[in-house]
Each structure stands twice: as structure tokens, then as C-alpha cells.
């Protein structure tokens, strides 16, 4: 019923940034600690994600890798700027506006991009003609990369700040998500090595040596006589590397295979066998 405080209350209602009217900062400050609106107006370029196909051997030297990738970096011509420009007098430059929303009983702050220079902080006065005014150019970066020996697939290594750049802001990060081709001789199973030779069931019996193609050498492993279908027989330190610096083991698992046909000397042979004392 104040006529005065009616008046300063539509003009609060009408104005919210008026004098009188909440506080941005303070807003900022009670939900985040004064850290809030600091850290929200720190701009981060894009983050780059690639894949690196490696092979087992590769792992198991551990390797050094050369990567080429191409990034986004600030205009050396205009130095990330786009060109002349001034600075948006809507914005002030921050690219964003703010807008307090609400009744007389609670209010907030709504965020949106800048209409006016649609995010830039900026309008172009004269485009820059390296970046075409985007400020931004393609460049091409070479990263090495060590191998490690305890790598599994679906690792992601990340390089902080190698990502694309973004004018007056941080750089992104380059992740490098590792993948290892599949082994023509072997598995891996929480660092183990897995090898599974197919062998016919009398040598099973009779007991065989047998030779493992290792990497870039050999191995060989004695397979006693009257081992049984399924059994396992263990290599010590003959597998992948494992974090605290040992070696993982190599596990041999026969296959077992049948012939698919027999003669008839072979026939007899294994119904000679059959009838014996200790195969009845």
C-alpha cells in the first residue's frame, strides 16, 4: 500500500540487474563458493579420442609407437582471433547472457548463449583469410608412445593439453584407446598366455613333445604320457607382463582331435587295443 515501495518493487520486477535487484555474484557465491562463476567461464577446447591397433608382439616388447594425429590450433595469422572484430556490447564478450527468471518468492539465474554474436563474445569486422574468421587451423602432431608391457585392450591413455586449442581458453586432452589384434597362436586370460594345440588322442596317451612358436623364438613343452583331455600343463614366466613387473605363465591346453577315417589295419590295431589289459 506504500506507494514508494510499490514503485521500487515493480522497478525491481522490470529490472532484476538494477540497483536494488540480486546480486549475480552473490547468487554464485552461496551455491558454489565463490568458485562457481569463476569456474564456469573457463573454456576448453574439444577433447580428441583415437584408436591405436597393436599387435601382442608389440605388447610383449613393449614397443615405441609414433602416432599421427591432426588438431585444431590457434590461427598464426590472427592469433585465434578470426580477424578484426569489437567486442559484442551485449555479451561484454563472455559469449553468454544472464537472466534472472522467477516470482517474488524464488528466482534463478538461466544462462543461454548470446544471441547477438551467437556465442563468440565478438562481431567480425574484417574476416581473417588463413582460418576463413573460424580462428582456428588444421595442424599435424606426432606423439611417441611406449608400449606397455602390463597393456590390456579397451586401455586409455591420456595426454592432457595435446587435444584441439580454443582462443583465451585451455586446451583439450588427446585420449589414445588401445586395442590388440588377435594372436594366430594365443589367447590371454589375466596375463596368461592361452595355447591350445590340437593333438590326436594317442599322442595324449603315449605322452609328445611339442614346439610353441614364442613371438620371436620357441618353447619347448613335454607332454608326459597317459595325460588326460582337459589337463593343463603350466610354463612358468612365459606369459604377459604383469604390474608389479613379473611375468604371467603360459598354460598349454591340448586340443583333442579324431581321425576322420581308418583303414582296416588301423581298425584291427585299435580293437587289438581295446581288448588289452589296461585299455578294457
Avoid: W
Amino acid at each position: 500500500s506504500d506507494p514508494k515501495k510499490r514503485q521500487k518493487y515493480d522497478h525491481q520486477r522490470q529490472n532484476p540487474f538494477a540497483s536494488g535487484g540480486p546480486d549475480m555474484d552473490d547468487i554464485f557465491n552461496q551455491f558454489f563458493g565463490g568458485k562457481g562463476r569463476r569456474q564456469q567461464n573457463i573454456k576448453r577446447g574439444s577433447n580428441l579420442n583415437i584408436p591405436l591397433v597393436v599387435t601382442l608382439d608389440d605388447v610383449y616388447f613393449e614397443s615405441n609407437k609414433k602416432l599421427k594425429y591432426k588438431r585444431k590450433v590457434q590461427c598464426h595469422t590472427c592469433h585465434g582471433s578470426g580477424g578484426d572484430s569489437n567486442v559484442c556490447g551485449i555479451c561484454k564478450g563472455r559469449g553468454k547472457t544472464e537472466q534472472m527468471v522467477g516470482n517474488a518468492f524464488f528466482r534463478q539465474v538461466v544462462t543461454q548463449v548470446c544471441r547477438a554474436c551467437n556465442g563468440r563474445g565478438k562481431h567480425i569486422l574484417k574476416k581473417c583469410n588463413t582460418c576463413d574468421s573460424i580462428g582456428l587451423v588444421d595442424e599435424e602432431k606426432i606423439v611417441d608412445f611406449k608400449i606397455p608391457g602390463n597393456l590390456v585392450t579397451g586401455q586409455v591413455y591420456t595426454f592432457r593439453s595435446m587435444g584441439n586449442e580454443i582462443p583465451d581458453g585451455q586446451n583439450g586432452d588427446l585420449n589414445i584407446e588401445v586395442v590388440i589384434q588377435r594372436h594366430p597362436h594365443f589367447k590371454v586370460i589375466n596375463q596368461d598366455l592361452i595355447y591350445e594345440p590340437k593333438l590326436p588322442i594317442l599322442k595324449l596317451i603315449l605322452g609328445v613333445d611339442i614346439t610353441i612358436p614364442f613371438f620371436n623364438s620357441s618353447i619347448s613343452v613335454k607332454i608326459p604320457s597317459l595325460s588326460k583331455p582337459g589337463q593343463t600343463f603350466n610354463v612358468n614366466g612365459k606369459g604377459m607382463k604383469l604390474p608389479n613387473g613379473r611375468f604371467a605363465d603360459l598354460l598349454v591346453r591340448p586340443e583333442i582331435v579324431s581321425p576322420t577315417k581308418m583303414n582296416e589295419k588301423e581298425k584291427e590295431l585299435l580293437k587289438e587295443l581295446v581288448s588289452s589289459e589296461n585299455f578294457r
